[in-house]
């Protein structure tokens, strides 16, 4: 609707593939490179079925939506905003663009990601902490004095309960 067709090129990435894909093949033509010529047109015909597959989808889809104006209606090209996922026109102008960048739910959300991320470090940090804890203190455990001890005292306890026994059957 009243577009050149440089903004139809620059707003369509598609469109600037076969534009750019023209070119090159303009001059290698030109140049007498007929093979390298003939694969890039095979390569701009893809593209232009690509292009009318795209077209087929039901209006609404692929980022576009349908705006009623009157008994007429638009089509608007609209981006998701990674923050924040509220839909950005394309065509929106920066003025527009910094108000939004600069509104409550943006920053809040930027916010919540920031802080987000800070809490998953920390908790990283602290499991590191906690393995390498616990990695030491294995080692100290595995040392041979300790599982001396360990073994020693289980043989006190056999002992004890063998006492006991005697003891019991005795009476």
Same mark, same amino acid.
């Given at each position: 609707?009243?577009?050149?067709?440089?903004?139809?090129?620059?707003?369509?990435?598609?469109?600037?593939?076969?534009?750019?894909?023209?070119?090159?093949?303009?001059?290698?033509?030109?140049?007498?490179?007929?093979?390298?010529?003939?694969?890039?047109?095979?390569?701009?015909?893809?593209?232009?079925?690509?292009?009318?597959?795209?077209?087929?989808?039901?209006?609404?889809?692929?980022?576009?939506?349908?705006?009623?104006?009157?008994?007429?209606?638009?089509?608007?090209?609209?981006?998701?905003?990674?923050?924040?996922?509220?839909?950005?026109?394309?065509?929106?102008?920066?003025?527009?663009?910094?108000?939004?960048?600069?509104?409550?739910?943006?920053?809040?959300?930027?916010?919540?990601?920031?802080?987000?991320?800070?809490?998953?470090?920390?908790?990283?940090?602290?499991?590191?902490?906690?393995?390498?804890?616990?990695?030491?203190?294995?080692? %100290?455990? $595995?040392?041979? +004095?300790?599982? *001396? @001890? =360990?073994? /020693?005292? #289980? &043989? %006190?306890? $056999?002992?004890? +309960?063998?006492? *006991? @026994? =005697?003891? /019991?059957? #005795? &009476?």
């Amino acid at each position: 609707y009243g577009e050149n067709e440089e903004e139809k090129i620059q707003n369509d990435p598609i469109q600037r593939q076969i534009a750019e894909l023209q070119a090159k093949a303009d001059s290698l033509g030109e140049d007498g490179n007929v093979d390298e010529y003939m694969a890039i047109l095979s390569q701009i015909e893809q593209l232009k079925q690509q292009k009318v597959q795209v077209q087929k989808l039901p209006d609404g889809a692929a980022g576009e939506v349908i705006q009623a104006h009157g008994s007429q209606p638009q089509q608007q090209k609209l981006r998701v905003c990674e923050v924040c996922a509220c839909y950005l026109s394309v065509l929106d102008s920066d003025r527009r663009l910094s108000d939004h960048l600069g509104g409550k739910l943006h920053i809040g959300y930027e916010t919540v990601r920031e802080k987000l991320k800070e809490l998953r470090e920390t908790r990283h940090q602290r499991r590191q902490e906690r393995s390498n804890a616990r990695t030491s203190s294995d080692r %100290r455990d $595995r040392s041979p +004095e300790r599982s *001396r @001890d =360990r073994s /020693r005292d #289980r &043989d %006190r306890e $056999r002992e004890r +309960e063998k006492d *006991r @026994d =005697r003891d /019991r059957y #005795r &009476d």
